[in-house]
């Protein structure tokens, strides 16, 4: 055997191994792709072989390949051959090539499944380590619900090694699982206090990681990260703290005054820059976070900024620039404190690093104020000069506008100033951010009415020297400028000085060259100027200027007429015909100019831009609704075009209130009017400056004699500087009139109060130079406030978003190691050992399918041969995979958290409050009861129900306490298990020929009967047999309370008989009472389980019973007392219990069995919901079925089996029984025949 | 978290690559060159981050790096991760490679990724750091260096043989490029742990 074996390495030692692979590629460097795959194909040679030693060494050389950018997908297949060899070396081998190119849509990744847990579960820990590894880098939603158990009990391992890794892939688990999460967390919660410091630092991680995303889930847990922060010495712990602290301070700033202390001692004593770092960091959340007006407050942020300014100074350039980033989030509270280190953030413009700059503009955006935009904008477009690199030269570009337009222009004193810095930045050369300068220029223009002169006549010069701005093909991004220049002028053409010249310099055949939609807004816009200038020589008989104007457009306008965008051209040839029409009119002496100026009368005004979304949708109105019938596909077409333009039209030209009459726009202009009054970035204007201005109606009034003597461009010094001298004039001039104002008032006023000096010139001194009127957005009338729309619907952490403090209630547990149930197995089979599972394992996916498929032609085929039964059964069993699920679930129950089936032997009177589990309201409580009661009343059951049912029934005793989890597996079983649930449909569907019976869901069901009933109290029960005692019955009894007074002191007497009898605790008498170890407070109810023993089952019985309580009001208390039968069905006896359909077939040959039969006449229900119901409410189980005729199976406590043969043909149903007791059969068959006759 | 570690050299030839996030190879590459073309032209003494926003979901990331002599150590995470923390966790990684390797050079990891990958898997698991502790590293990974070795037994021996046999025939394999100083420490940055 040895030598078999190195006789296997001695050929493969000749094979390539990954060095060899990675020296070839380097000797082959001008022909590497070449290279690359001969040793690609050589790799499949390898992959086809045996021996898992060569396979492995070619999967070590595809991950190589993978990392160089080759798609290895292709053998995904031989890479989980690799994970499942049993060496290490190769393991490794595997799981690390299945890190690097597994991912969800692997579809083999559904193959390791089992191989995963097997490694899981070695002993070796370095397998599992290798395997969380693994599994960390591609865990699917399928794989993280079948082995979040797995993990769960990894994450106690013994060896810290395992547990840290276990911990941490937790939070992958969480992510693609979240139905994980509470059942997971309170252990994650007890890894925080991990001896181990790597495990520790691990759940903590994870935590951080969880709360990051959901913070306000996990404040309950900052008592212990309070309790850790404070004793750990990790710095990595404590750094995860801390920022976790940053995140929860927000939500609860009590929490923030705690942190404030330590986290400055931290401050003060740490050496690790890292460490103080992301204290600050928190100490700058908590400030925010608290509302100013704490007294110590200041000292902390002084401490803060301190500290960072020492960052900043630090010649480390990671720390400055972590200090400018820190630096950055004070700005958003407390601008005053970083605003006094103006100096330092100015000076760190000028470093070398791009990446501190950026930082440093960042916080320059919070900093200026009035008082020193214009300062701090003029060093910015020195920068802005000096920028080498167009990219930081734009990021320049964005932040001057940034900063001058932020919260609506508000420090923006002077907007000549700003149309003048907009017009120098086009000046740049090769930036992309021309659109942003345009929409800037607009928005300034539209609304500062007052600016609109000064606006015009730059963007006519702006106009004129178009060439400046094109001539460069470089240059093309700023050529969007062009579009805002010639909207300007054209829009507010009654500022312009000289709308000939501006027209024609519209109009030069240059502007063909601009792109489309540029030309556009020029053609448009050159009929607004063409009004103008007929308006202006308006009134002037046979104005030749006029006439001229028409000429020029005649003869220009062509050139656009052959533009190829068709925009240009429809605007165009619009144009041409009506200048020409108007042409023709002036020749004849006819007043156009008012006409044509009718055509672009209104205004504009800006719209908000979340209005359109804003309109609330009319009621009745119906969105998707066709208006006309559905055009056919033919006219579509036809169509198409007319959408175009009804879609572009509203780019270009203006919506314009067209039929507005005077009056309303009188009344409009009033509304408006009030608004600005009660807008808070309306500048007021200040009467001591601006008596001149104080005039009726802003439209009209020229705000600022507007010097248009100062050139455009004055060599040496760019224009936006002379407006900064200005500036700085005029604030001189006002303080000083200030000044005289108040010593004139201070000598009237004096002996009364004493102002306070003005001192430093402040905020609220600066006046603006002119009156703006910054017209507000218009929003839709009756808008819609709510704006919480920017949550990314599909962000994974979403999911995770559970509320953790809840107790864990019973349908918080992780789902049990299940096979997937679509290969039939005999019990036997299934006892067989482990390797079993694993083989059917392997055998899913893809195989399983066609399996599938296999089995359903086979059954179709069988039909054809008149249904040879064992086949058949086979294939029924299949549509019944919720049994075998089933039987595996019974045996790993006993897994935590609630040990099912160790409770079910030591209680002897069992107890579920259920008030515990949901919330304390009464009426939750009593919606919970009524769900209880009718356990099975999920009418939307269509095809599973069956297996559903036996399953359920089956596990009568811990019903009520899973029943919710059986639910919500269910729910998942049928969302995830889609194969099965395919396998299921097809099967049925062959059996059924598609009747469309199976559709109807079943009607809801209950097991539980009435007990008895008075005024106060009302009492159900069901019976349930217990597989572990032969002789031993639960009766779990529903108490709920009617009345309106508490109840209390229940307790709960039976009078035994021979054969049965109530089990009482040691040393109680035999006719003592059970407590019931609940109150009932009103309209609540609770159940309570009492164990009896039998002796015989063979014969019902009756036992009478006795309920007494006390009923508690608020004036009495009376003793009350309820008397009851307990009827104790043979059926009860009977306990769901899978069959396999060769041992069914077995026990019918065996011929001990002996037989009776039953006919139920009709029964007018489906046959579906007639096998549910014996299987509901009989305990059986449907061994297989084949289209009206059914096999089921039931087995008794004490072991006696029953087999039923139920057949149906037109609402009558003839049931043939068969059983080893012939009286039980007997009294079994009687309680089905009532059953059907109640309905 | 931690999205993504590289490593590539000068002229930007991967050396090692480990995504925690799944991007189709072609991506990855994308995101390999871009992020070597970001950090190629930085100057040696500026700061070690860069907002790379574009290359890996979203504005959150961030590139801190580190540039050892022949290679670029760079790690793209979001912001639950301590920058200066990461920075130091490159140091550990690098001293730990060092140690593994026994004067670790770019060959060593052009010819062993997978081993640089088993000491990786070591320190970070599915973006979330494991392990700073250097010497817990290399424990770990000696222990699993060991169980390879005793796995390979006699079957392994003349594998071993003739791989050693071919690498004397190699005149390239001196270990002559070395990674600079590699204790060089963030200055004012004492030891994290």
């Known amino acids: 055997m040895a030598l078999k074996i190195v006789k296997g390495s001695i050929d493969r030692m000749f094979d390539k191994n990954l060095q060899d692979l990675v020296r070839g590629i380097r000797n082959h460097k001008e022909d590497e792709a070449k290279y690359?795959?001969?040793?690609?194909?050589?790799?499949?040679?390898?992959?086809?072989?045996?021996?898992?030693?060569?396979?492995?060494?070619?999967?070590?050389?595809?991950?190589?390949?993978?990392?160089?950018?080759?798609?290895?997908?292709?053998?995904?297949?031989?890479?989980?051959?690799?994970?499942?060899?049993?060496?290490?070396?190769?393991?490794?081998?595997?799981?690390?090539?299945?890190?690097?190119?597994?991912?969800?849509g692997t579809d083999v990744i559904m193959l390791t499944t089992n191989q995963i847990r097997k490694d899981l579960s070695s002993p070796n820990q370095y397998d599992t380590g290798v395997a969380l590894t693994g599994l960390s880098c591609f865990v699917t939603p399928d794989l993280a619900r079948d082995l979040a158990n797995d993990i769960m009990t990894l994450m106690s391992h013994t060896k810290p090694y395992i547990r840290k890794k276990a911990v941490l892939i937790m939070y992958k688990v969480f992510l693609k699982y979240p139905e994980s999460l509470r059942p997971a967390f309170p252990r994650l919660k007890e890894k925080l206090e991990d001896p181990d410091p790597g495990v520790q630092s691990a759940a903590v991680n994870v935590i951080c990681e969880l709360a990051r995303r959901n913070p306000k889930n996990y404040l309950s847990l900052a008592p212990l990260f309070f309790k850790l922060m404070t004793s750990s010495t990790n710095n990595w712990v404590?750094?995860?703290?801390?920022?976790?602290?940053?995140?929860?301070?927000?939500?609860?700033?009590?929490?923030?005054?705690?942190?404030?202390?330590?986290?400055?001692?931290?401050?003060?004593?740490?050496?690790?820059?890292?460490?103080?770092?992301?204290?600050?960091?928190?100490?700058?959340?908590?400030?925010?976070?608290?509302?100013?007006?704490?007294?110590?407050?200041?000292?902390?942020?002084?401490?803060?900024?301190?500290?960072?300014?020492?960052?900043?100074?630090?010649?480390?350039?990671?720390?400055?620039?972590?200090?400018?980033?820190?630096?950055?989030?004070?700005?958003?509270?407390?601008?005053?404190?970083?605003?006094?280190?103006?100096?330092?953030?100015?000076?760190?413009?000028?470093?070398?690093?791009?990446?501190?700059?950026?930082r440093a503009l960042d916080l320059l955006y919070g900093m200026v104020s009035k008082k020193n935009l214009m300062e701090i904008v003029k060093k910015l477009m020195l920068h802005v000069d000096k920028a080498e690199g167009t990219t930081y030269r734009d990021e320049l570009l964005t932040k001057i506008i940034d900063i001058c337009s932020q919260s609506n222009f508000q420090y923006i004193t002077n907007f000549e100033w700003y149309i003048s810095i907009l017009v120098e930045?086009?000046?740049?050369?090769?930036?992309?951010?021309?659109?942003?300068?345009?929409?800037?220029?607009?928005?300034?223009?539209?609304?500062?009415?007052?600016?609109?002169?000064?606006?015009?006549?730059?963007?006519?010069?702006?106009?004129?020297?178009?060439?400046?701005?094109?001539?460069?093909?470089?240059?093309?991004?700023?050529?969007?400028?062009?579009?805002?220049?010639?909207?300007?002028?054209?829009?507010?053409?009654?500022?312009?000085?000289?709308?000939?010249?501006?027209?024609?310099?519209?109009?030069?055949?240059?502007?063909?060259?601009?792109?489309?939609?540029?030309?556009?807004?020029?053609?448009?816009?050159?009929?607004?100027?063409?009004?103008?200038?007929?308006?202006?020589?308006?009134?002037?008989?046979?104005?030749?200027?006029?006439?001229?104007?028409?000429?020029?457009?005649?003869?220009?306008?062509?050139?656009?007429?052959?533009?190829?965008?068709?925009?240009?051209?429809?605007?165009?040839?619009?144009?041409?015909?009506?200048?020409?029409?108007?042409?023709?009119?002036?020749?004849?002496?006819?007043?156009?100019?008012?006409?044509?100026?009718?055509?672009?009368?209104?205004?504009?005004?800006?719209?908000?831009?979340?209005?359109?979304?804003?309109?609330?949708?009319?009621?009745?109105?119906?969105?998707?609704?066709?208006?006309?019938e559905p055009p056919s596909g033919s006219e579509s077409e036809d169509e198409k075009p007319k959408a175009v333009f009804a879609k572009e039209e509203p780019k270009h030209s203006r919506s314009r209130h067209t039929e507005v009459d005077e009056k309303e726009l009188a009344r409009r202009r009033e509304v408006r009017k009030q608004e600005q009054a009660s807008n808070p970035f309306y500048i007021k204007a200040s009467p001591s400056s601006q008596k001149v201005y104080d005039a009726p109606g802003v439209e009209h009034i020229p705000v600022v004699q507007i010097d248009l003597s100062v050139p455009l461009k004055v060599p040496g010094m760019p224009m936006s500087d002379q407006y900064l001298k200005l500036e700085?004039?005029?604030?001189?001039?006002?303080?000083?009139?200030?000044?005289?104002?108040?010593?004139?008032?201070?000598?009237?006023?004096?002996?009364?109060?004493?102002?306070?000096?003005?001192?430093?010139?402040?905020?609220?001194?600066?006046?603006?130079?002119?009156?703006?009127d910054i017209v507000t957005e218009e929003m839709p009338e009756n808008a819609l406030p709510s704006d919480d729309d920017d949550k990314d619907p599909n962000d994974p952490h979403k999911a995770l978003d559970i509320d953790l403090d809840k107790p864990l209630a019973d349908s918080d547990k992780l789902p049990v190691r299940t096979h997937r149930p679509e290969v039939l197995k005999s019990p036997a089979e299934d006892r067989d050992g482990e390797s079993v599972p694993q083989e059917t394992k392997k055998k899913s996916g893809k195989e399983k399918k066609k399996d599938k498929e296999k089995d359903r032609k086979r059954s179709k085929e069988e039909k054809k041969k008149k249904k040879k039964p064992k086949e058949v059964e086979e294939e029924l069993?299949?549509?019944?995979?919720?049994?075998?699920?089933?039987?595996?679930?019974?045996?790993?129950?006993?897994?935590?958290?609630?040990?099912?089936?160790?409770?079910?032997?030591?209680?002897?009177?069992?107890?579920?409050?259920?008030?515990?589990?949901?919330?304390?309201?009464?009426?939750?409580?009593?919606?919970?009861?009524?769900?209880?009661?009718?356990?099975?009343?999920?009418?939307?059951?269509?095809?599973?129900?069956?297996?559903?049912?036996?399953?359920?029934?089956?596990?009568?005793?811990?019903?009520?306490?899973?029943?919710?989890?059986?639910?919500?597996?269910?729910?998942?079983?049928?969302?995830?298990?889609?194969?099965?649930?395919?396998?299921?449909?097809?099967?049925?569907?062959?059996?059924?020929?598609?009747?469309?019976?199976?559709?109807?869901?079943?009607?809801?069901?209950?097991?539980?009967?009435?007990?008895?009933?008075?005024?106060?109290?009302?009492?159900?029960?069901?019976?349930?047999?217990?597989?572990?005692?032969?002789?031993?019955?639960?009766?779990?009894?529903?108490?709920?309370?009617?009345?309106?007074s508490f109840l209390k002191a229940m307790e709960f007497n039976v009078l035994d008989s021979l054969n049965s009898k109530l089990q009482r605790p040691e040393g109680a008498g035999a006719h003592d009472s059970l407590t019931v170890p609940f109150q009932l407070p009103p309209g609540v109810s609770n159940e309570a389980r009492f164990v009896f023993s039998v002796q015989s089952i063979v014969m019902p019985q009756k036992l009478k019973g006795t309920l007494t309580f006390i009923v508690k009001s608020d004036e009495s208390s009376t003793h009350e007392k309820l008397d009851f039968k307990l009827h104790f069905t043979c059926t009860s006896y009977l306990i769901t219990t899978p069959c396999y359909s060769d041992a069914y077939a077995k026990l019918l040959e065996s011929g001990d069995l002996k037989g009776s039969s039953l006919r139920l006449e009709g029964i007018n229900m489906p046959f579906h919901h007639l096998l549910a119901r014996i299987c509901f409410h009989h305990h059986f189980s449907v061994v297989e079925r084949i289209d009206s005729c059914a096999s089921m199976y039931s087995r008794s406590i004490q072991g006696h089996h029953v087999c039923l043969l139920v057949k149906t043909s037109d609402q009558t149903v003839s049931i043939d029984a068969k059983c080893d007791e012939p009286s039980l059969l007997g009294n079994v068959l009687d309680e089905i025949k009532q059953t059907f006759s109640k309905c | 978290m931690i999205k993504a570690i590289l490593i590539f050299n000068n002229h930007g030839k991967p050396r090692m690559s480990k995504f925690y996030e799944h991007y189709t190879e072609d991506t990855e590459q994308q995101i390999i060159r871009e992020t070597f073309h970001l950090v190629s032209k930085r100057d040696e003494n500026i700061c070690n981050f860069l907002e790379g926003g574009l290359l890996i979901g979203g504005s959150d990331n961030k590139l801190i790096y580190r540039h050892y002599a022949t290679l670029y150590f760079v790690f793209c995470v979001d912001s639950s991760e301590s920058e200066l923390g990461i920075l130091d966790l490159i140091q550990v990684f690098v001293e730990t490679l060092d140690k593994c390797f026994e004067n670790v050079c770019e060959l060593d990891l052009i010819f062993h990724v997978d081993k640089v990958h088993n000491i990786l898997a070591e320190m970070v698991m599915g973006g979330m750091v494991l392990e700073t502790n250097m010497s817990e590293i290399i424990t770990q990974v000696e222990a699993q260096g060991k169980m390879e070795k005793s796995e390979a037994g006699i079957a392994g021996a003349p594998a071993r043989a003739v791989s050693a046999v071919k690498n004397m025939n190699l005149p390239e394999m001196p270990k002559n490029i070395n990674i600079g100083d590699i204790s060089i420490k963030v200055p004012n940055l004492p030891s994290f742990k």
């Open chain 1, 36 to 104: 690359i795959s001969t040793c690609i194909d050589e790799i499949k040679q390898e992959l086809k072989q045996d021996n898992i030693a060569v396979k492995a060494n070619a999967v070590c050389k595809l991950t190589y390949l993978q990392m160089l950018g080759y798609d290895v997908s292709w053998a995904a297949f031989n890479i989980v051959e690799v994970m499942s060899s049993s060496k290490f070396t190769y393991k490794r081998i595997g799981y690390l090539a299945a890190s690097q190119c597994f991912h969800e």
């Open chain 1, 238 to 358: 404590l750094i995860k703290i801390i920022k976790l602290f940053g995140a929860l301070t927000p939500l609860e700033p009590r929490l923030g005054k705690k942190l404030i202390e330590p986290l400055t001692n931290l401050i003060h004593s740490t050496s690790a820059m890292s460490l103080l770092y992301e204290c600050v960091n928190t100490v700058i959340a908590v400030l925010i976070s608290l509302s100013s007006g704490m007294p110590n407050h200041s000292a902390s942020i002084q401490l803060c900024v301190q500290k960072l300014r020492i960052l900043i100074e630090d010649s480390d350039q990671n720390l400055k620039y972590l200090g400018l980033l820190a630096m950055s989030k004070i700005l958003k509270t407390h601008p005053k404190s970083v605003q006094s280190h103006k100096d330092l953030i100015l000076q760190c413009l000028d470093d070398k690093d791009e990446s501190i700059r950026l």
């Open chain 1, 425 to 628: 930045l086009t000046r740049l050369e090769g930036t992309r951010h021309g659109h942003l300068i345009a929409s800037q220029m607009l928005d300034v223009a539209i609304r500062v009415k007052a600016i609109r002169g000064f606006a015009v006549a730059q963007m006519a010069t702006l106009l004129d020297n178009a060439h400046l701005l094109t001539g460069n093909t470089q240059r093309n991004g700023i050529c969007e400028v062009l579009y805002a220049a010639a909207w300007i002028c054209g829009e507010f053409s009654e500022h312009l000085e000289d709308p000939m010249q501006t027209l024609e310099a519209m109009l030069r055949p240059k502007v063909a060259t601009l792109p489309g939609h540029i030309q556009a807004v020029y053609v448009q816009n050159a009929a607004k100027l063409f009004a103008t200038v007929l308006r202006k020589h308006d009134g002037e008989t046979e104005s030749q200027a006029a006439q001229e104007t028409s000429q020029l457009l005649i003869d220009r306008l062509p050139l656009f007429v052959q533009s190829a965008n068709l925009e240009v051209q429809e605007r165009a040839s619009c144009i041409l015909q009506l200048v020409k029409y108007i042409q023709k009119l002036q020749q004849k002496n006819v007043e156009v100019a008012e006409e044509v100026t009718a055509l672009f009368a209104g205004e504009l005004n800006p719209v908000a831009p979340k209005a359109q979304k804003k309109v609330p949708i009319p009621e009745g109105l119906d969105l998707d609704a066709w208006i006309n």
């Open chain 1, 728 to 772: 700085e004039e005029r604030r001189q001039k006002e303080k000083a009139e200030r000044k005289k104002k108040e010593k004139k008032k201070k000598r009237e006023k004096r002996g009364k109060e004493r102002k306070a000096d003005s001192g430093p010139e402040s905020e609220e001194d600066i006046t603006p130079a002119h009156q703006v």
């Open chain 1, 877 to 1044: 069993l299949e549509s019944q995979p919720e049994e075998a699920v089933q039987s595996e679930e019974t045996k790993e129950a006993a897994a935590p958290p609630t040990s099912t089936s160790a409770e079910q032997e030591v209680c002897v009177l069992m107890c579920v409050c259920l008030q515990e589990v949901t919330a304390p309201s009464s009426s939750a409580a009593a919606v919970d009861t009524s769900s209880a009661a009718a356990p099975e009343s999920e009418p939307d059951e269509p095809k599973d129900t069956e297996p559903e049912d036996t399953k359920s029934s089956k596990h009568k005793k811990k019903k009520q306490k899973k029943e919710k989890e059986e639910k919500e597996k269910k729910k998942k079983k049928r969302h995830h298990h889609h194969h099965q649930h395919h396998g299921d449909a097809g099967g049925e569907d062959s059996v059924q020929n598609g009747t469309v019976e199976e559709e109807e869901p079943l009607p809801p069901m209950s097991n539980y009967s009435l007990l008895a009933e008075n005024s106060y109290i009302k009492m159900v029960y069901d019976i349930q047999g217990n597989h572990q005692d032969e002789s031993k019955v639960v009766v779990s009894v529903i108490f709920e309370n009617k009345s309106d």
